[in-house]
């Protein structure tokens, strides 16, 4: 493994240049508790200067460009990101323990991101309308402006690219700023995609603090939207100081979703598939199925088979190609999920597996499966963010639904069964922005993805996602 000897910087105005907001900052790697890399932080004038230079770039090339031009741009970035797999890949792994088969995978979906909104640009339809009066009423689709793209730490690379791709192809210039735990994957990306012809502004990369560089990014007048990807309560904040300057925001946030597995449905294939459902990337998943509702007839049974393919998931160092389960991201998230199992022990729960961490200095938890889990108990009603799920069992349809729906999150969800008009039904029910029937898998670059509820508003992802970063204007021209 390589230890970077130099300090990566910020990526501004087409160049990589130091920040001078402080000292640089080590970063960890997961899997080894050491530092292996130092980063740079920008101080809230270089949000300022940032923003200028953005709106310049827009101004000057990036918003005249025709639309063939912006898409060939966006299919040589999706390219040169595909040369640079195992390099960002690498990236991602140390920066926070990914397994590194799904750091590369993670590299392969934002290449296929960039692929998809290039193809989109010439499918950004606006409409004719016809208007009482006649003439001709038609709208157009046009870009918002300097857009900032503010993600977390537990997809780096496809969060930032699936903010970046679509607000590029919108004809947008965009500020992203990567979480201060896993900044290298979007500078790489910011590189990268100037090397692929982006012209000099119009992706820009901002590393440091949220809680230093957030309130500037968010206020700033030339911001015309905040798309941010994060917790609840960051989301929250950036909610209010957005309404200074009304400026728009997308926001996607925490999720306690629900994994409903009726006694009809194939529940040996919802037990062997469950466990990476929730437990994929160690749990650092918004869309984790943690809480687990079980029809009784099959309750034991699934307990059991989901217990054993749980056991049988490989924890360990992340440059291992066997490797399933990589470290938690800190040692602070590590601890915070310690602190839950210790509630669940002293509220009755029981674990039926997992808990310990590895002979490892590294932030390893092994996948906690709870059972004898209470509605009121914390483990059931609040985001965890890592490795620990809750089964219950459930013997009416009616009582099961509205307890999913009695939470305050409502981001995605799966349904298991084999009666078409139960899968119908519930889905019609359940109040979240994503679901999947007998499968775990709902994120598709085609499909919208986001929440409802405190899970947010907002969507990434498909041709909603380019319609967010778009204005919506109408023109009638008399007959
Ligand atoms: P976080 O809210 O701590 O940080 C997210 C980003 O916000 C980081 O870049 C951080 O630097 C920045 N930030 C921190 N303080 C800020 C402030 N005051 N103003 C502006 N920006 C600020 O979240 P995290 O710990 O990185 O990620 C975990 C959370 O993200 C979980 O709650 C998870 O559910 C959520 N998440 C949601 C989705 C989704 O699509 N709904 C996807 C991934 C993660």
């Known amino acids: 493994m390589t230890t970077d000897s130099m300090p990566y910087r910020l990526f501004l105005d087409g160049a990589y240049c130091l920040g001078n907001g402080g000292p640089s900052r080590p970063l960890i790697n997961p899997s080894t508790g050491e530092a292996f890399a130092e980063v740079e932080s920008a101080g809230v004038d270089q949000v300022a200067l940032a923003a200028e230079s953005a709106q310049r770039a827009l101004d000057g090339v990036w918003r005249d460009l025709v639309p063939g031009k912006r898409a060939e741009i966006l299919f040589r970035i999706a390219a040169v990101l595909r040369e640079n797999t195992e390099e960002l890949a690498r990236l991602e792994s140390l920066q926070v ?7 590369r995978d993670e590299v392969g979906l934002g290449a296929r991101i960039f692929e998809y909104y290039a193809g989109g640009i010439s499918r950004f339809y606006g409409q004719t309308i016809p208007v009482a009066r006649g003439g001709l009423d038609f709208t157009l689709r046009q870009p918002l402006g300097v ?14 690219c699936w903010k970046v791709a679509p607000a590029l192809a919108a004809g947008n210039a965009v500020l992203l700023k990567p979480a201060s735990l896993s900044p290298l994957t979007a500078l790489k990306l910011g590189e990268l995609a100037h090397a692929a012809g982006l012209p000099a502004g119009v992706l820009q990369v901002l590393t440091g603090s949220g809680g230093v560089l957030g309130d500037a990014l968010v206020t700033h007048p030339l911001i015309r939207k905040v798309s941010f990807t994060g917790s609840t309560s960051v989301g929250r904040r950036i909610m209010n100081l957005a309404s200074q300057n009304l400026t728009r925001i997308s926001l996607e946030l925490g999720g306690k979703s629900p994994n409903i597995v009726f ?9 062997d598939t469950s466990p990476l459902s929730v437990f994929a990337n160690i749990g650092q998943d918004c869309c984790a199925r943690s809480r687990v509702y079980v029809e009784r007839p099959i309750y034991e049974a699934f307990v059991a088979r989901f217990v054993a393919a749980t056991r049988r998931l490989i ?27 210790q509630d669940a022990r002293r509220s009755g729960s029981r674990i039926q597996c997992g808990g310990g961490r590895l002979d490892s200095k590294g932030f390893y938890l092994e996948p906690v499966i709870l059972t004898e889990v209470r509605p009121e108990h914390r483990c ?11 089964v219950v069992p459930f013997d009416d349809e009616a009582s099961m639904l509205s307890d999913v729906n009695a939470s305050p999150y409502g981001l995605s969800g799966s349904v298991w069964t084999r009666d078409l008009s139960r899968a119908l039904r519930t889905t019609r029910i359940i109040q979240s922005g994503v679901l999947s029937v007998n499968t775990h898998s709902s994120v598709h670059v085609e499909a919208p993805f986001g929440g409802f509820k405190q899970s947010g508003f907002g969507r990434d992802l498909g041709m909603a996602a380019m319609e967010g970063y778009s204005e919506l204007k109408n023109v009638y021209v008399a007959e």
């Open 97 to 103: 323990g990914k397994p590194i088969g799904d750091s």
């Open 380 to 390: 059931w009603r609040e985001e965890i963010f890592g490795p620990v799920a809750a």
């Open 263 to 271: 006694a009809d449905a194939d529940w040996e294939k919802a037990a």
């Open 315 to 341: 924890v360990g160092d992340p440059f291992d190609p066997a490797t399933q389960l990589g470290p938690m991201v800190s040692a602070e998230q590590r601890s915070s999920v310690e602190e839950y199992l």
């Open 147 to 160: 857009v900032a793209a503010i993600v977390p730490w537990n997809f780096p690379f496809a969060i930032a």
